[in-house]
C-alpha cells in the first residue's frame, strides 16, 4: 500500500524559494501506473492543484503557477520534490503530495501524504 | 480554466439523514469527476472516482451519479463520522480544478 510523506522547512522568507520532498513508500515511484502531484491548501481555503510529474520527467503544471514550479523525481531516493520560487505570503499554505492515477489518464489523486504546512514570513 | 462549483457551501443534517451535495462545472466535463472527504486535521480522501466509481473501502452510502456538467454526491445515511468537507474535482482538461467545497455537519 502506498504511503507519501512531505518533508521540507516549514517557515520560508519572503522572495525566496521554497522546496519540499515527497517520500514514497510501498511501492516504486517508477511504476507506469502512477503519476506523481502536489496539491496545496491555504489554511481555511480550497484545494489548488499546482502540477503532476511521472518517473520519466515529464511534467505538467498549473499555468497560474507555472513559471514559479519546478519539480523533480529521484528514483533511486523513491521521492519527488516541489520547488517554488518567488513567494510571498499568499503561497501559505498545507502543501500535500499525492499519487495521481486513473484508468485511461491521470485523474485522482489517491492516496495523499498527511501535508506539511508551509508559512511565508520574514 | 474548467470552473467548478458546488451547493450548498454547507449544511447541517440529523444521523441517519439522506444527504445531497451537488457540483456544477462549467463546462461539459464528460464524467472526469472525482469527489472526495476531507476531514478537519486531515488530508483529502478519495471518495468517488470517473462520477460514480466508489474508492475501495469506502462505505457503500456513499454514492456518486451525473455527467457532463451537473453532478451529485449522496450519503444516504448520514453518520457522525461523515462531518468533513466535500470536493468535487474534474480533470477532463488541465488544469485539475476543484470545487470549493461543501461543509457537512451534525444537527
Do not use: H
Not at chain 1, 505538467?60 to 529521484?74: A, C, E, F, G, H
Request: charged residues 15%.
Amino acid at each position: 500500500q502506498l504511503q507519501l510523506q512531505e518533508s521540507g522547512p516549514g517557515v520560508v522568507k519572503p522572495s525566496e524559494t521554497l522546496s519540499l520532498t515527497c517520500s514514497v513508500s510501498g511501492g516504486s515511484i517508477s511504476n507506469s501506473l502512477y503519476y506523481w502531484g502536489w496539491i496545496r491548501q491555504p489554511p481555511g481555503k480550497g484545494l489548488e492543484w499546482i502540477g503532476t510529474i511521472y518517473y520519466s520527467g515529464s511534467t505538467d503544471y498549473n499555468p497560474s503557477l507555472k513559471s514559479r514550479v519546478t519539480m523533480s523525481v529521484d528514483t533511486s531516493k523513491n521521492q519527488f520534490s516541489l520547488g517554488l520560487t518567488s513567494v510571498t505570503v499568499t503561497d501559505t499554505a498545507m502543501y500535500y503530495c499525492a499519487t495521481v492515477w486513473g484508468k485511461y489518464t491521470p485523474g485522482w489523486f489517491d492516496p495523499w501524504g498527511q501535508g506539511t504546512l508551509v508559512v511565508v514570513s520574514s | 480554466d474548467i470552473q467548478m462549483t458546488q451547493s450548498p457551501s454547507s449544511l447541517s443534517a440529523s444521523v441517519g439523514d439522506r444527504v445531497t451535495i451537488t457540483c456544477q462545472a462549467s463546462q461539459d466535463i464528460t464524467n472526469y469527476l472525482n469527489w472526495y472527504q476531507q476531514k478537519p486535521g486531515k488530508a483529502p480522501k478519495l471518495l468517488i472516482y470517473d462520477a460514480s466509481n466508489l474508492e475501495t473501502g469506502v462505505p457503500s452510502r456513499f454514492s456518486g451519479s451525473g455527467s457532463g456538467t451537473d453532478f451529485t454526491l449522496i450519503v444516504s445515511s448520514l453518520q457522525p463520522e461523515d462531518i468533513a468537507t466535500y470536493y468535487c474535482q474534474q480533470y477532463d482538461n488541465l488544469p485539475f480544478t476543484f470545487g470549493p467545497g461543501t461543509k457537512v455537519d451534525i444537527k
